[in-house]
């Protein structure tokens, strides 16, 4: 990309990230991996406890964009077919009909989805991969760009079933919110008596206009000592004792992939090694699975990566 063409892209996604602060306040590094993800067309994955703005970044997100998005409530009695769709028999023509599910659109709200059984979870498998619906031998593609944004609650609150780990490996980025400082509590208070709500929040980027951006993206360089680097702190994950599955080839791509939509909001036109560190813990740490008796001495999986990072020498020639 030219000089002209990163600062645009960085302004332009500059305007998506203060558009999205309107209603997510003192939240500037969520957003910004927010929209890292967007740009690197990944699914986002927001766990927190209930009431700490899970569900409005995420529809955020989707307000941000003139796409078409749909918002999924997974409870308990939730169908696969309730997501995806369902063939009906037309008696006029003799002939099932498909009838495309919320699924088909640019952009999903998967709210609380770890309240759906696992059947159902697994229903989104193949969409988050390969951008498909296979009902009846026929296969059916969902717009384009298409992306999931997922809420759930941590697991060991009522009423929650463990994602499977082949679903978790489709997310690109797992963050969290956490509570707001008194600060910007303050602030979520004075927003909503003024009025500025998820409801009220407008588009600023079209689905042309996005596309656009991430074809930019993929123009950023990736010098072989960062695609090393990365393989490198994957490796480490794996062979880490307390683990019992490391970080996938999925996951590596992932991050490769992040750290090209960060330098490239940073008007940047090559990764750098900080790229890669500032996005691992959030790219590689759902995809790690730790051994029982780890889990239960308290060790987890983002010091995991943490460890990882520090162990993998830094490229020093990114070039």
Known sequence: MTFTENAQLAQRCHLLVENIARVIQGKDEVIWRTVVCVLAEGHLLIEDVPGTG?????????????????????????????????????????????????????????????????????????????????????????????????????????????????????????????????????????????GATVVRLGPVMSAYELQLLIDQVKQVEVSPAIESYVVAIANHTRSAPEVRLGVSTRGALALVRAARAAAAMAGRAVVTPQDVKDLAPEVLAHRVLMHPGAALQGRTSDETVTRALQAVPVPRQVH
């Open 54 to 194: 899970k569900t409005s970044l995420a529809r955020a997100v989707a307000a941000s964009f003139d796409m078409t998005w749909n918002r999924v409530q997974f409870t308990p009695d939730l169908l696969p077919s309730d997501v995806t769709g369902v063939s009906i028999f037309n008696q006029a023509t003799t002939a099932f009909e498909f009838r495309p599910g919320p699924i088909f659109a640019n952009i999903v709200v998967a709210d609380e989805i770890n309240r759906a059984s696992p059947k159902t979870q697994s229903a989104l498998l193949e969409v988050m991969e390969e951008r498909t619906v296979t009902t009846d031998a026929t296969v059916y593609p969902v717009p384009t760009p298409f992306m999931v944004v997922a809420t759930e609650n941590p697991i060991d609150m009522e009423g929650t079933y463990q994602l499977p780990e082949a679903q978790l490996d489709r997310f690109m980025m797992r963050i969290r919110l956490g509570y707001p400082s008194p600060d910007a509590e303050a602030l979520v208070l004075r927003a909503q008596k003024d």
